[in-house]
């Protein structure tokens, strides 16, 4: 039997690899055709995103205007979904450092695919984070270190990435 979190977890950290890369052909091996990607409003842009192409190509667009690098953090999973916790870092117009945005996200599947994403996280120009959380401790990215233990390979993608 294939173990869920596993499975999602590379699903996942592969689609957000592609997200940081601007790599819309690592983002298309991901997202099943007729995905959604519905936003928290009232981020910019919170209308949902449908279609692999157009996601994907949302995403490289994205990456390039905030230098953004994404980091899956934990994860719950069951074979049809799985919700996550992530970091973005980005950095904001103007700013000389990058801040951490962090989300969380409900996926489902469809053939072994990212079918739907729904992503509850506010976009503003400083760190958003639980107060006292131990992100550190618990293995999350944290700065100087864009990566996590169940992502350990996100910096590799991304602004000074080598992929």
Not at 5 to 13: E, N, P, R, V
Not at 18 to 26: E, F
Not at 52 to 57: M, N, Q, S, V
Not at 81 to 110: H, N, Y
Request: hydrophobic residues 35%.
């Amino acid at each position: 039997m294939t173990d869920p979190t596993a499975t999602w977890t590379a699903l996942i950290s592969r689609y957000y690899d592609g997200c940081s890369a601007g790599d819309v052909d690592l983002m298309l091996q991901t997202l099943h055709p007729d995905v959604v990607h519905w936003f928290l409003a009232p981020n910019a842009g919170s209308k949902p995103v449908e279609g692999a192409e157009h996601l994907a190509r949302y995403w490289r667009k994205v990456t390039v205007m905030l230098q953004a690098r994404w980091v899956v953090d934990s994860i719950c999973a069951t074979p049809e979904q799985a919700v996550i916790e992530w970091t973005m870092w980005w950095l904001p117009e103007g700013a000389t450092e990058r801040v951490a945005t962090r989300g969380a996200e409900w996926f489902t599947g469809r053939d072994g695919l990212i079918r739907e994403i729904r992503s509850y996280y506010q976009m503003r120009p400083q760190t958003t984070e639980l107060d006292g959380f131990p992100y550190a401790e618990r293995g999350y990215s944290v700065p100087g270190a864009e990566r996590s233990t169940i992502h350990p390979d996100a910096e590799q993608y991304g602004p000074g990435g080598t992929a």
